[in-house]
């Protein structure tokens, strides 16, 4: 399994990947908010792939303080082999390089299978506005 910075050559399948599995969400992004989001921070989507397949993808945007993690989707053929954790450990790293002292995510309420996960990695969730964070 290779984590790497997204390039434009991965962008329609990402964009794919949000579509089908990415709820629940108001607004998933197409295609012309990924190629922005690559314009302006090349290195805020990161995309896992194996075998030339796409496997899953996170975005990390920095505000000058902390970090946010948005769109973490796995493929669900890839679920519960580890590409959620090693993303959240690249998207930490990226974290860790801009200077960040807190991590947050973004997570639905009613989404217990994501819940879990951050619960897994450390991350606590803030009862006043509902993000899962993690101070480094």
Not at 3 to 27: C, K, Y
Not at 76 to 97: D, E, I, Q
Not at 104 to 115: H, K, P, R
Request: net charge negative.
């Amino acid at each position: 399994m290779e984590i790497r910075r997204a390039t434009p050559e991965d962008l329609d399948e990402v964009v794919n990947l949000w579509h089908r599995e990415g709820g629940p969400t108001s607004f998933p992004g197409g295609l012309p908010e990924a190629t922005a989001l690559l314009h302006r921070d090349p290195d805020a989507l990161l995309v896992a792939r194996s075998d030339d397949a796409l496997a899953g993808s996170v975005i990390v945007g920095w505000d000058g303080w902390r970090c946010h993690l948005y769109r973490m989707v796995v493929e669900p053929s890839w679920r519960r082999n580890g590409v959620a954790t090693l993303l959240v450990a690249a998207a930490t790293a990226r974290a860790r390089t801009l200077g960040a002292k807190k991590i947050d995510a973004t997570v639905a309420f009613e989404n217990e299978g994501a819940i879990s996960f951050w619960e897994q990695q450390d991350f606590v969730q803030d009862p006043r506005d509902g993000r899962w964070s993690l101070r480094l």
